[in-house]
């Protein structure tokens, strides 16, 4: 009983992960957007970034994992992720860890 019990548990907390990575996906994304610069760019492009946080949010580092093959572009969003610090994360530090926003990569596009 207490091992069915234990299973419901972790399923109900890997479910309210899930949904809280949506979430902070979106809200992240929307707040680097409002920094990006569109101006003079083609449409269509995008980069993977690797982000470093701390769990204040606060970025400590930002590299470009793959390029969008346009310098300027992967410049901009490199500058937007420093403008938009500290991103959003979540208040408690078990759900930071567990989603792994220590070290997160993620294809931005604008």
């Not at 996906?25 to 920094?35: L, N, P, R, V």
């Not at 590299?63 to 093959?69: A, D, L, Y």
């Amino acid at each position: 009983m207490q091992k069915q019990l234990a299973e419901e548990e972790r399923q109900a907390q890997e479910a309210a992960d899930r949904r809280a990575a949506i979430d902070l996906g979106s809200a992240i994304h929307d707040k680097i957007a409002q920094y990006f610069n569109l101006t003079g760019l083609p449409p269509g492009l995008s980069c993977k970034l690797r982000v470093n946080l701390l769990p204040s949010g606060d970025v400590v580092g930002v590299s470009i994992q793959e390029s969008s093959g346009n310098d300027i572009f992967d410049s901009r969003a490199v500058t937007a992720v420093q403008k938009a610090s500290p991103l959003p994360v979540p208040q408690d530090a078990g759900m930071f860890e567990r989603l792994n926003l220590r070290d997160m990569t993620f294809v931005f596009k604008p």
